[in-house]
């Protein structure tokens, strides 16, 4: 019996081990470990973001550029819908009876208690035609949502377009849910985290079927959403849709700087697109369109487009060779055809007469005195030696190595230098190696030929640091952020290495350029706007087939205007259109005499512009054909 | 008349009635917490749950003032009695219209009771007077695994057995499982007397090791150190002989050596009986049960999760149990179990310990596992302190049953027992369990405040 008795302890030891690991369980559960909480929370809680309007984009004189419109989402909680009669829900919502079932079982899918959209981006006056009728189907509910809008249909390349996030986005910042929108291109992806504002978050508590009970903790943790910050930018929409009519059946770019700023007044890229072809629904409708188009509209050749900047390069060979007192601004060099070819003209005599002329074999002569400066026994080592401090003055025009524009997508051109041709050139495999070419070899560049490519931003960056006698600042777009401040990047002045007063018999070339007779760019004169000028006409080709077709030249102007106190710096590249002063002069022209009197006198010469058809004929065959 | 009056209330155990008054208080204060319509706001309206709730709280409080004025003999004497009546009632319920799928209700309007719940009450007190009447168990035969041995057991438990058996079956019938488990509480009362041997212990330990070849049954790791890959059944059996070993070499060097050769001969046995039950449990597992079934106790053992699928409900009481924090998220403001957001299921009976730890956070469920503990506690210490045989076994009928009932509903509430629809003693809303559970405590009190004067 005795025996028995103990027994009493082993039933005290099981009443107590047990309540024991409760204890420890329960303080595990309550004290230690967070997962519970948080499935409370996402169990009882209802996180509901709202979402801000993004930032207005005004242009330099506060017209807006960049707008937004109230669209309706149609959505869905399955639990709360009360049997719709499918067939007049899907009349009623403006959708196939097919597509209703598949959006709503998806949602029953998703989530039986949470919202699901069922149609996207109703505009405001279909949603008012069936506003009258939603009460009719529980469970279904509007929610506001804005789209952008673009009251002026030009600049795409510039404004850019937005998109639904992907998954790459929502990884790089969470701040991204599945189903927001994000600025993809332009503007809108440069200044996104200024534009996008803060999202708001209510609490609502809700029930086991997912109905909103109340508040969670009487809103307390509630967040309002805060509108983007607006931004002024510096583009002009007047001379930008201006400049976008001139460039109407042309392909090629404009791009006008402000040159003692550094704003960008207008970058225009032709063949172009309404950007509101890009909003909304309408975007998965136009993207594919418009990437097939063989016009390749969404190109922006203005900031992408590398070409040869031909003739308007010589005006760097001068200012680097004065610089480096390897010629002084009275070098005259006879026209000698032999060394490359030339049209005819009087001797120039003096940098500004090489510049007016655009005579070749000067520039031939005045960049080989750059590149090959007798420093060296070695004709191929002085070359070497030479190329490379060349090189360095034209990086330090902000060629090559970038203008940190504010824009996402911006190339550099590119300026070849000794490790060029002494590993990748003429082709990685087989490449001209050290010491094994001299400025004859690569004489081409002098006159913007060779290997040497500028982007159209480049060459009005130049234009802008000729109107400025040596220095620029970044070009870019930002003028203003409310609440915000521009970037110290574009409040630094950059200086190029040469000084100012070599600049001057330059500039006197380009005004010849203009007014002079015997000037390459008379059509571009606009009296009493003192435009100074530099034409540019870059030989192409392009191989089909193995075979070699000579293409009609581009035509390319850059110039800047007033001569004193400028006001625009521009550069025009019409491609394969012909010479330079044909139509890039007249083109630019027009674009300067409507910034600065914001009106063009001569009307005829407006019409040539605006008639002309200079689609090259291959590209017009394509268009034919498609 | 004084006299009498004094001597009634002088023996009173008054723990045990604070530890009652609070358990009551502190439950209708909850239920009115988790039910807490503004629209509604009355303590005492029939029509809520909290207002029910008082009601019977008060019947039960008459009833057990009537209970005090009884002589503690006419109780005794009256179990048999008590126990056919309710063994009456358990009949003619299953003839009653079902409600929830089961006939265990009489509805008299609003207000139904299950006599299932008194059936404990019946058990107890019968089962307390059979073997309070029964000689001691006699020259006891050492146990073994004989046909002898269990028709020895057979020929002195058939009683016990009828006792149990009947009202199990009938609470079956209706179907109700949860108090059909309840009935098994009872083995720890056999237990004590000496009745069952020890099959409680040999219970547990089959218990652990059932749990523990399930959890691991299907799973395969790699043994460390070794780089042995094995199966989870051969883990347990490995596991097993080591065990055997270390209490074989006990044996060898604690034990006198003529005592030896049984315990070998035991150790060996049970090994055996051990490894093959193992084996046992994996193939009545996989073989016999379908895989909703298997699903069940995979939840059970924390092998999956469905927290919208089967594990709903315990997902939901979980997470409202442990997002109370260490100090709770206050009075009234419980967001998933309260009636108001219908989180968790059943939160005013059979998951009313959520409410509770959700609004009080760590602090107040240890503080309830802590007040239900001392109650179990004292409760043996009550049972130990009689000189009648009568009502210590009654104590620990009254024990077991609550700690069944305890055991069953935190366990479950918090993951580590089974779903199974029991309420926590006197603190779940119900009148038929707080009726049922009020006498049981009223009656051993007056049992016990009698135990200087009874020897019987
Ligand atoms: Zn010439």
Redesign the pocket.
Known sequence: MKNIDNRKYIIALIFTLIPLIFIVRLFYMQVVDDKWKERAAQISENKVITYPARGIVYDRNNTKLIANEVYYDIEVIPNQTENPDSVTLAGLLGISLEEYTEQMNKARHHSKIKSSVIVKQMPPDEFAMIAPDMYKFPGFYEVERTLRVYPKPIAPHVLGYMSEVDSGDIKRDSWYRSGDMIGKSGIEKSYEKVLRGKKGVKYYLQDAVGRETGRYEGGEYDTLAEQGDNIYISLDAELQEYGERLMHNKRGSIVAIEPSSGEILAMISSPSYDPNLLVGRRLGQNFGKLQQDTLIPLYNRAAQAKYLPGSTFKLLMALIAMQERVIDSTATFA?D?SLVG??N?PT?RGVSDGVK?S????FYQVTRRIIQQGKHKSHFKDAAVGLDIWADYLYSFGLHKGLKTDLPAVESGFIPNTDFYNNHFPSESNPYGEFRWAFSTIYSNAIGQGEVLLTSLELANVAAIMANRGWFYYPHFIREIEGGTVPDVYKTRQHTKVDPEKFSPVIDGMWRVVHEPGGTARRARVDSLDICGKTGTAENFKIYNGKRYQLKDHSIFIAFAPRDNPKIAISVYIENSGFGGTWAAPIASLMIEKYINGDVKDKRKEDRILEADLMPIEIMNYKKNR | MRGKSEKIWSDVDWTIVLIYLILVSLGVSNIYSAVYNPENPGLFNLQTEHGKQIMWIGVSMFLGLIIMFLDGSLIRQASFWIYGVIILMLVVVLFMPAINGAHSWFAIGSFGIQPSELGKLGVALALSAHLANSPPAKTRMSPSISLSYLTHLFRVNWKTLVILGIPAILVLLQPDAGTFIIFTSFILVLYREGHAGNALLFLVIAIIIAVITLIVADTTFMLPFLKIKMGGKVGIVIALLIMALIFLLLIRYVVLKRNRPPLYRALIGSLIVAILFVNFIEWGYSTFLDDHQKTRIDLVLGKIEDPDGEGYNINRAKAAIGSGGFSGKGYQQATLANAHQKHVPMQSTDFIFCTWSEERGFIGSFFLVLLYTILLIKIVSVAERQRSTYTRIYAYCVAGIFFYHFMINVGMAIGLAPVIGIPLPLFSYGGSQVLAFSLLLFILIKLDSERKIVLQ
């Open positions: 026209c055809k030339c049209h003209h120039a002329m005579c070749n074999p000067y």
